[in-house]
């Protein structure tokens, strides 16, 4: 479309010229780059009220091609033109999730290359002139709700890959790390048919079947020390057989009278490393070890705090140079079965993965489907080592005790104050067609009453398929907290008491855990007690601010944040009844420690775990990639454990009268 047929087409849709020369003005020459204007860049135009109602018509697409008395033949062709090019460059938009997913347009971001600009944070006051000339589609979509509660400044970040729902993954190494202790020959089951070790070898088996050609496979397996039992080797359609015979003799294995899981970590980095010689090797593939144990740790390295910073200066010091955003090239999954509390297993979970702590309880499960689920999100996955710094400005300050903890790094460079304005996040990666949410609560008292003064800024950077790194920035203005539209304020709503019922149930949990880990089944039931009612207070207090302040948007609210409790307080019921139902004994303690872990890292990050731990028949907490399409052979793969997923029973859970009275 030239200049003079992009004036053409704003004049038809009732722009006047000194719009137009405003929009021109701001390097905003064609359909592509007007698009990308979000609500704050139009507000930051200076246009009259009735132009800008227009020129957001035009981009939400409002009216419809030919739909304008005016529009001459021309136009109307230039139109359905633009149209069908955004049909071949963009994906569809992924579709919502559930009735608690934001039905919002697919969204674009500015960024710029490190390559093309040193610069590394853009107001958005000049962000709009500075980047039209670079932009380019996004892996990661960012948006944010702010709402001002008892005088505390509240915002929810979204990072979100919604737009991508088809995907080709990138080729994958993964290395599968077994323990091979002699507990992993005890039988399980009702038929006592087959042992842990011989359902990781099945699951293997089938792995191998799932991924495409182009990917690697190992295996590692560690005891009283590590051993490559199938080095790295690329699949094929002639190699697939002679992998498949490797991992028949996995079961048959020697079993050992040690588990030295800090040998087979180094063992594994090693062997993925030793297949790459340069950073962009390692960048061109989605790099993981899976660890399959029933985490039992007694040889090596056992105090979880050292091994996970033993493993990560592994990890960091193989990068062949990579910097702080990236050195961290592998992610570590961890598959618990059995019934032993592992701190250690869930220390790596959290601190070497965005994933949840995957339990498998081989006494229940006939099936080994949502043992791809590492697979699956890794090889879907859009954008890596995604991270999000967050600073408060003149004079604000963030509020750590009611501010995400999932996924926060620590800042090498804080000053005194630095808790206190910064934090930072970060993702290994996230997944197309997901959407991953982060609180952030800020105390503005001490920041000029001006309603233009920034407040927060939120800077995220990541690496996509060009395996270059991305930067966009986000700066949040003390007016944005005062907004009267009554759509923005039911979102702000909706999203900041999610958030808060994340933070109350991880807490609560957490404090279960620790409970029952030391034996004290009472305390941890108090604990999960505590927490449904801490649940309902929050349902309260936000169901007062919504009847308060959204007149007829009330009703759009309630049932999803009444909803979104409700599933919240029946995993903690399911929980409470497992506590309720168990002995005094040591192995009963574990078990419920490990489902306690799995479900809280489910809600916590989000993520899904496996063997139905997560009671969410609505996928409200803890969301599959919403794909479309995944293409090679872990479509049919997906295609299966969804199926089986629909067929499985419901849990015990059931619908609590007191949240329903809503």
């Not at 200076?46 to 009216?63: F, M, V």
């Not at 021309?74 to 997913?101: C, G, M, W, Y």
């Not at 015979?245 to 087979?264: M, R």
Request: aromatic residues 6%.
């Amino acid at each position: 479309m030239s200049s003079q047929e992009f004036k053409q087409y704003l004049s038809t849709y009732g722009l006047n010229d000194a719009t137009i020369d405003k929009l021109l003005s701001e390097d905003i020459e064609d359909l592509s780059t007007l698009k990308l204007l979000s609500q704050e860049d139009i507000d930051g135009l200076g246009l009259k009220t009735g132009q800008k109602a227009k020129l957001r018509n035009i981009i939400s697409g409002a009216l419809p091609v030919g739909g304008h008395p005016e529009m001459t033949p021309e136009v109307a062709s230039i139109n359905n033109h633009s149209r069908n090019d955004e049909k071949a460059q963009f994906k569809p938009q992924a579709r919502p999730r559930t009735s608690l997913a934001k039905k919002e347009e697919e969204s674009e971001h500015l960024f710029i290359d490190d390559d093309d600009n040193p610069q590394s944070s853009m107001s958005r006051k000049s962000s709009t002139q500075k980047t039209f000339s670079k932009s380019k589609k996004s892996e990661v979509a960012l948006d944010y709700h702010c709402l001002l509660s008892e005088d505390k400044g509240k915002v929810v970040v979204d990072l979100s890959t919604e737009h991508f729902d088809e995907v080709t993954p990138l080729p994958a190494k993964i290395l599968l790390l077994v323990d091979i202790s002699g507990s992993m020959g005890v039988k399980l089951g009702r038929s006592r048919r087959y042992s842990k070790l011989s359902k990781m070898r099945m699951f293997a088996q089938s792995m191998v079947d799932s991924l495409d050609d182009g990917d690697f496979v190992g295996l590692v397996t560690f005891g009283n020390d590590a051993n490559v039992m199938l080095p790295l080797e690329e699949l094929t359609s002639s190699s697939r057989s002679r992998v498949r015979g490797a991992l028949e003799k996995l079961d048959k294995t020697y079993l050992s009278t040690k588990t030295n899981l800090s040998a087979g970590l180094s063992k594994a980095v090693d062997v993925l490393h030793g297949v790459s010689k340069t950073q962009e090797d390692l960048l061109n593939y989605r790099n993981a070890i899976i660890i399959l144990s029933d985490g039992e740790i007694n040889e090596g390295t056992t105090h979880p705090g050292k091994l996970v910073h033993e493993v990560r200066e592994k990890i960091r010091n193989t990068s062949y140079g990579l910097d702080d955003s990236q050195n961290q090239w592998v992610t570590i999954s961890v598959i618990v079965t059995g019934n032993e509390v592992s701190e250690a297993m869930y220390m790596l979970s959290k601190f070497c993965s965005s994933e949840a702590f995957y339990h498998l309880d081989i006494e229940k499960s006939d099936s080994e489907s949502d043992l791809f689920l590492p697979v699956l999100l890794r090889k879907s996955a859009v954008a890596w080592n995604v991270s999000l710094y967050a600073e408060s400005l003149n004079g604000t300050l963030i509020i750590n005790e009611e501010t995400t903890q999932e996924h926060k790094v620590r800042l090498r460079d804080n000053t005194r104050d630095g808790p206190r304005s910064k934090k930072a996040f970060l993702f290994y990666d996230i997944p197309a067609a997901t959407t991953k949410h982060l609180g952030i609560a800020i105390n503005m008292r001490r920041a000029p009453e001006d309603p233009e003064t920034e407040v927060l800024r939120l800077d995220v950077s990541f690496t996509g398929h060009s395996r270059k790194r991305r930067k966009f920035t986000k700066t949040i203005l003390r007016k944005e907290f005062y907004d009267d539209d009554l759509e923005k304020k039911a979102s702000a709503i909706t999203a900041n008491m999610m958030h808060d019922a994340r933070l109350i149930s991880q807490s609560a949990l957490t404090k279960a855990a620790d409970q029952v880990k030391s034996g004290n089944a009472s305390a941890s039931s108090n604990e999960i007690e505590s927490g449904k009612s801490d649940l309902k207070n929050l349902l309260d207090k936000y169901g007062k601010m919504a009847e308060d302040s959204l007149e007829e948007q009330e009703e759009s609210v309630r049932p999803q944040i009444v909803a979104y409790a409700d599933v919240l307080m029946k995993n903690m019921q399911n929980l409470l009844d497992g506590l309720t139902d168990t002995g005094n004994d040591s192995e009963s303690d574990a078990k419920n420690w490990v489902k306690i872990k799995a479900v809280d890292s489910a809600i916590s990050r989000e993520a899904p775990t496996i063997s139905s731990e997560v009671e969410d028949e609505d996928l409200y907490l803890a969301p599959r990639p919403n794909l479309k399409r995944i293409s090679g052979n872990l479509q049919g793969q997906l295609d299966h454990m969804n199926k089986q997923s629909a067929g499985r029973p419901k849990s015990r859970g059931s619908k609590l009268g007191t949240l329903q009275e809503y």
